[in-house]
Nanobody, 122 residues
Framework: QVQLVESGGGLVQTGGSLRLSCAAS???????MGWFRQASGKDREFVAA????????YYEDSVKGRFTISRDNAKNAVYLQMNSLKPEDTAVYYC????????????????WGQGTQVTVSS
């Protein structure tokens, strides 16, 4: 059974940092893993993705320069380092794997974690 488990969320002040982790088990993902977020009352939106093979990365415009996605092949894990956090970054953050279509489209992904809450206070 495939499992993606996120951790690292929490409450932080504006300008602070958090590092999210996503551990994959059940199989080795060989294509792309991504991070999405969903704020209360809003649609799920793309944040970042990384190609497992060559580490090519993709970012949503509002997080470029603040967030960094990385992966650890040995641990079958992907990370999201979030710096200079803003209140508008508040959301539940989800890890996803193996998109069948565009990496920024949440409907492309079949595998999802349970989510971790990130709250940025002003």
């Amino acid at each position: 059974q495939v499992q993606l488990v996120e951790s690292g969320g929490g409450l932080v002040q504006t300008g602070g940092s958090l590092r999210l982790s996503c551990a994959a088990s059940g199989r080795t993902f060989s294509t792309i893993m991504g991070w999405f977020r969903q704020a209360s009352g809003k649609d799920r939106e793309f944040v970042a993705a990384i190609n497992w093979g060559d580490s090519l990365t993709y970012y949503e415009d509002s997080v470029k320069g603040r967030f960094t996605i990385s992966r650890d092949n040995a641990k079958n894990a992907v990370y999201l380092q979030m710096n200079s956090l803003k209140p508008e970054d508040t959301a539940v953050y989800y890890c996803a794997a193996d998109p069948r279509g565009p990496v920024s489209d949440y409907e492309s992904y079949d595998y999802w974690g349970q989510g971790t809450q990130v709250t940025v206070s002003s």
